[in-house]
């Protein structure tokens, strides 16, 4: 599995090897944008490795099955769908705890909608969404993210 | 020396709040060691085995957020957004979302000075719903949830995008209606 991010580190580097002959200080630039975003993710992805740790070990799978699982459909699409929409981080971190829910038997649309509202919907971002757009855009936006992050989970479920 | 402090204050509350996540891991693991050491243990050493298996790839993606936030300018985005009409001006909306990056207080006041500029609510909310595809982080995403899972959800978001778009539209201007 590590071969993809050999072969994606390479195009990386030949990437920015190509663009610095063409103009060396935005390609200064760009590592450097790069290397401030690392260091500031680095403590954020740390803790959410260190917590997929924890629930591996300390959550049984029996607990995320009858929570997330398919015997409860609708609810466990909702709940993944609510834990994705109050949640905050970088989506980086929303797949590997999606992963650790699927290897500990969610439903697929479940863990689907806890991927797409995480991204899309957010409720702890809320505050600045309504300073910059206004109280109704940002209910209705996120309303209908919500929505179409179930129906996003939903239908991964009917395709895969 | 109590009466020595540094020029900036430093206030716990702020690393609290911009490192909740970690302070609360950390919080935790040392509840997990003391209850349980044994099983807190493993957890540590599994989400060790998880992080180094994947650490490569995670500095791979950093390094094309650096290049697409130096090289796509955030201008150039605008305008093309702001000029275009009608539903080509959708379509492009869709696809500059997808290669947007940035944490979303820096998209927000980006997408409103687009709108201040003459671009449809369609055109703002396509964007944001489409940014949720987030191209360059694709590979870590078919690291954890494989390709079947990745390549149907960008598939997805990216079909949903305009319709999500023209909905919230449709709710902003029966508000204009109203008043």
Request: aromatic share 10%; with cysteine.
């Amino acid at each position: 599995m590590n071969n993809v991010a050999l072969i994606y580190l390479i195009l990386i580097t030949v990437a920015y090897t190509l663009l610095f002959r063409r103009s060396p200080e935005k390609t200064r630039q760009s590592l450097k944008v790069a290397q401030n975003s690392l260091v500031k993710l680095a403590p954020m992805l740390i803790a959410i490795f260190g917590l997929i740790g924890l629930f591996q070990v300390f959550i049984p799978a029996e607990l995320i099955q009858r929570w997330l699982g398919a015997s409860s459909s609708g609810m466990s699409l909702l709940i993944g769908g609510l834990i994705g929409a109050i949640a905050i981080g970088p989506p980086v971190a929303a797949f590997p705890l999606a992963g650790s829910m699927l290897d500990a038997g969610a439903w697929p649309p479940a863990a689907a909608a806890f991927v797409v509202s995480w991204i899309s919907v957010g409720v702890i971002t809320l505050p600045i969404e309504v300073e910059v757009f206004g109280l109704r855009f940002a209910l209705a936006r996120n309303a209908i993210a919500f929505a179409s992050a179930l129906l996003i989970g939903l239908l991964i479920g009917w395709l895969l | 020396m109590s009466a020595k402090r540094p020029s900036r204050a430093f206030s716990p509350w702020s690393l609290v709040r911009a490192q909740w996540l970690p302070l609360f891991t950390l919080l935790l693991y040392g509840w997990a060691f003391v209850v349980r050491p044994e099983q807190a243990g493993a957890a540590l050493a599994y989400g060790a085995k998880a992080f180094s298996s994947v650490a490569l790839l995670i500095v791979a993606v950093m390094g094309l957020v650096g290049l697409t936030q130096v090289w796509i300018s955030r201008d150039a985005v605008a305008r093309l957004l702001g000029r275009e009409a009608g539903f080509k001006a959708l379509i492009i909306s869709a696809l500059c979302g997808t290669v947007l990056i940035g944490p979303a207080y820096l998209i927000f006041p980006l997408l409103m000075s687009i709108h201040k500029q003459g671009a449809r609510w369609a055109v703002i909310v396509t964007v944001l719903a489409a940014y949720a595809v987030k191209i360059p982080m694709i590979p870590l995403e078919i690291e954890f949830l494989g390709w079947g899972f990745s390549l149907t959800r960008s598939l997805l978001t990216i079909l949903f995008a305009i319709p999500c778009g023209l909905a919230v539209e449709a709710i902003m201007e029966a508000r204009f209606r109203n008043d």
